[in-house]
């Protein structure tokens, strides 16, 4: 991320669904590669061939419950990382999918009935800080769990690795 949270302004992508595990995300057979752009042409081709054409740099994924579930794998926040996702918004998260998106600089907020609230082409506003995200396109405000100072410190280093390194 490497830039303030103090607030992110994008355009919703939702795939309602719940249940969107990281093979969903980018298959099994893609994770010979390492580099983000190297998997971005394969993200959710499985599950929706044409995600990939709505996605512009900046842009909030708006998903369903237990988003990130099934195989650990931080290829999966790489490749919505290669797109040019800005954070992904949903329900609820896998355990192991929240923390490795935090452990990569990314950010996975949390937002109870998120897919009843926000439609395609959304404009949202962020402000992890406080916990809130604006709906600029339906002038609807809904609160979520705000993110620590640690957390935030962590996102605006780019990561775990980053912040460790920084901090030697």
């Excluded at 939702?14 to 983000?36: C, G």
């Excluded at 988003?67 to 290829?75: I, M, N, P, Q």
């Excluded at 954070?87 to 998106?101: D, G, L, P, Q, W």
């Excluded at 979520?144 to 996102?155: A, C, G, K, N, V």
Aim: aromatic residues 8%; positive net charge.
């Amino acid at each position: 991320m490497k830039k303030t949270c103090a607030a992110m302004v994008g355009t919703a992508r939702v795939l309602a669904q719940h249940h969107i595990n990281t093979d969903n995300i980018i298959p099994a057979r893609y994770l010979t590669h390492a580099e983000k752009q190297a998997l971005t042409p394969y993200l959710m081709e499985t599950l929706d061939p044409s995600f990939l054409n709505r996605v512009q740099p900046g842009d909030f994924l708006v998903a369903g419950r237990n988003f990130g579930c099934g195989s650990s794998r931080e290829h999966a926040i790489w490749a919505l990382q290669g797109a040019g996702i800005a954070a992904v918004i949903a329900e609820s998260f896998a355990r192991i999918f929240f923390r490795n998106a935090l452990n990569n600089g990314f950010p996975a907020i949390e937002c109870p009935r998120i897919t009843d609230r926000v439609r395609e082409g959304d404009r949202l506003e962020i402000d992890l800080r406080r916990g809130q995200i604006h709906n600029l396109s339906r002038q609807e405000h809904f609160d979520f769990q705000p993110f620590s100072e640690f957390t935030l410190r962590l996102l605006e280093a780019g990561g775990l690795l980053a912040y460790v390194l920084a901090r030697r």
